[in-house]
């Protein structure tokens, strides 16, 4: 009785889920993913990127609808599902009386290796808001600057260099 030990099959399953619905939202052959979540008790964010395989430059999620000959509602509902699965993983914390993380990082590569850290940090506690923590992560992630138009996603950048 006095095992405390955590169940981690459902967990597993979920990663293994996760990891197929990124899978089947991707319209073409890819090398990596990285997907970035936020989830609170009544708000969540999910988004990835994903490098084209022999490609260097990522495709945004969102950008995936805008790609020729790609099913949009497929690709909504998959993102749908995905959100949904995040969500079951956040309250699979709860259930397995766990602090739930507040962000998690998801890194997926085509031979089906992956890598997730769990944050537990306040979001709001540096003052960023979710746009900027978009930004720090696309930069920290993914070496992206902001676009030279965004003056003010650029400074929050500089600023957040001399931080680190």
Do not use: C
Request: hydrophobic share 35%; proline share 3%.
């Amino acid at each position: 009785m006095g095992d405390s030990k955590v169940d981690t099959t459902k967990m597993e399953e979920l990663y293994q889920e996760i990891a197929t619905e990124i899978n089947m939202i991707i319209p073409e052959q890819w090398s990596e993913v990285l997907l970035y979540s936020e989830v609170e008790e009544h708000s969540d964010a999910t988004f990835f990127y994903y490098y084209p395989m022999g490609k260097t430059t990522p495709i945004y999620s969102l950008d995936i609808e805008d790609i020729e000959g790609v099913d949009v509602e497929e690709v909504d509902n998959g993102l749908s599902n995905l959100s949904d699965l995040l969500r079951k993983l956040w309250n699979e914390f709860i259930v397995n009386k766990q602090e739930p993380w507040k962000s998690l990082n998801f890194t997926l590569n085509s031979k089906g290796k992956f890598n997730i850290q769990y944050s537990y940090e306040d979001l709001e506690k540096d003052g960023y808001d979710y746009v900027d923590r978009v930004a720090i992560w696309e930069y920290e992630k993914l070496n992206m600057l902001p676009k030279s138009t965004d003056v003010s996603a650029i400074e929050l950048i500089e600023n957040y260099k001399k931080k680190i």
